[in-house]
Nanobody
Framework: QVQLVESGGGLVQAGGSLRLSCAAS?????????????MGWFRQAPGKEREFVAA????????YYGDSVKGRFTISRDNAKNTVYLQMNSLKPEDTAVYYC????????????????WGQGTQVTVSP
């Protein structure tokens, strides 16, 4: 079994910051296996399609960002802890969504179909 558990969501005022965490468990993500796995963040607001936010393929800095979050969000990972993070700064009301963590081994990293495993999401709400 593979599990991805997101945490860190909540309510924040516009201009504030949050850090999301995604902890991966299971043999698939143990040791080197996790370090070779692409980890991504997607988000989905009511009535909208799930959109790409950020992804990383290694601890060495292979990162990718959606246009709407570039310069504000930062993705990072701690392979020793099987955890990926999303630091969100300068939050805007339009960032309000359920944020999902994903893991996979396909390309390109900004496509939903590249990921095989998904967390259940964590709600981020940004008030005006």
């Amino acid at each position: 079994q593979v599990q991805l558990v997101e945490s860190g969501g909540g309510l924040v005022q516009a201009g504030g910051s949050l850090r999301l965490s995604c902890a991966a468990s299971g043999r698939t993500f143990s040791g080197r296996t996790f370090s070779s796995t692409a980890m991504g963040w997607f988000r989905q607001a009511p009535g909208k399609e799930r959109e790409f936010v950020a992804a990383t393929r290694s601890s060495g800095g292979s990162t990718y960002y959606g246009d709407s979050v570039k310069g504000r969000f930062t993705i990072s990972r701690d392979n020793a802890k099987n955890t990926v993070y999303l630091q969100m700064n300068s939050l805007k009301p339009e960032d309000t969504a359920v944020y999902y963590c994903a893991a996979g081994w396909k390309l390109p990293p900004h496509i939903k179909g590249s990921y095989d495993y998904w967390g259940q999401g964590t709600q981020v709400t940004v008030s005006p």
